[in-house]
């Protein structure tokens, strides 16, 4: 009924979301699968924050917005018991632990000459980078076929997926795309009259990326934010094009480097742009990266906000 607020999530303290948002962000290694469970656990299990059924409406509609799902999760979840503020401090206590840890490695991997342990562990890290993201994916297919509504459009989207990935390389984001708005039309055609975009912003952005430095570097990670559907792997293919074909910021071997990085540390996979930006530009890129990405991280959690706060759950 309406002004019924006996189901909404209790309102909790910005220092305790600091300290719970933060220890995840400091325990949370294994990616999406981990994040998920450890958010799963803190605020539907143990805390009782928020209810189970809103819980898995926030999973479904983070896989359908840009960016990283677990970063996009842990920001919705903060913004839900905290408000805006919330999730602000929730998403910074989230990132912060695994950026300062991934930045510190970084500057020994990207040295003139680093030490030989420093070069054999990145290349054990980096040969099981394909195993951890098969073992992600792998983990999220039993929810994700319990909650689909018609089981073939699953089978098919899935399919899809598969042969994209096989043969268009990068351009298998476009398909994911297509998948996901096809799948939100079908679900609710109402409301995809107000999902218009506006490319003025993107064409003026592409225009000055075409300059380099600091704006292309801030174009890169506007796109990882933007663009990158369906989880943190998904940007690798994105930022491998720009920063080691298009830019030159580094070799294939030191990109494959950031990527392990990105799984050894605790943290979103998102984070391996910061390693892009400290072998761009040093130091000085780190607030240009970090910013774009989370700006957008926010911006797509409100979103979240609105959609999940609609009134009746997802299909």
């Given amino acids: 009924a309406p002004g019924d607020t006996s189901t909404a999530p209790p309102r909790i303290g910005l220092g305790e979301v600091l300290v719970q948002w933060g220890r995840i962000g400091c325990l949370g290694f294994g990616g999406p699968p981990t994040h998920i469970a450890m958010f799963r656990d803190l605020c539907v299990t143990r805390r009782k924050w928020i209810a189970e059924a809103e819980f898995e409406d926030s999973i479904a509609v983070c896989n359908l917005l840009p960016g990283p799902s677990s970063t996009q999760l842990a920001i919705l ?3 839900n018991v905290a408000g805006r503020l919330g999730a602000i401090v929730g998403g910074a206590a989230f990132i912060i632990p695994g950026l300062v840890l991934i930045l510190s490695l970084a500057a020994v991997f990207l040295a003139a000459s680093p ?10 890290a980096g040969s099981v980078v394909a195993a951890v993201a098969v073992h992600a994916g792998v983990g999220l297919i ?9 089981q073939a459009r699953w089978v098919g989207y899935a399919v899809a997926g598969g042969v994209a990935a096989a043969t268009v390389g990068p351009l298998l984001v476009v398909v ?7 799948e939100m039309g079908l ?7 107000t999902l218009g975009l506006n490319p003025a912003p993107a064409l003026l952005a592409t225009a000055a990326a ?18 990158a559907y369906g989880g943190g792997f998904v940007i690798i293919p994105l930022m491998q094009h720009d920063a080691v074909h298009r830019y030159h910021w580094m070799t294939d071997s030191q990109f494959l480097d ?31 990266l970090k910013r774009s ?22 299909p």
């Fill in 258 to 288: 950031a990527v392990a990085l990105g799984q050894i540390t605790p943290g979103p996979v998102v984070q391996t742009v910061a390693v892009v930006g400290y072998s761009a530009a040093g130091a000085v890129a780190l607030f240009v």
């Fill in 77 to 79: 979840c903060a913004w």
């Fill in 115 to 124: 030490p030989l342990w420093v070069l054999g562990a990145g290349a054990g």
């Fill in 176 to 182: 994911l795309l297509a998948c996901g708005f096809l």
């Fill in 293 to 314: 990405v989370l700006v957008t991280l926010l911006g797509a959690a409100a979103i979240g906000v609105f959609v999940v706060q609609l009134g009746a759950p997802l």
């Fill in 187 to 193: 679900r609710r055609p109402r409301s995809a009259a």
């Fill in 142 to 150: 039993p929810a994700s076929w319990r909650r689909a509504p018609v």
């Fill in 210 to 227: 075409s300059t380099g430095g600091l704006f292309a570097l801030a174009w890169v990670a506007l796109k990882v934010g933007a663009f």
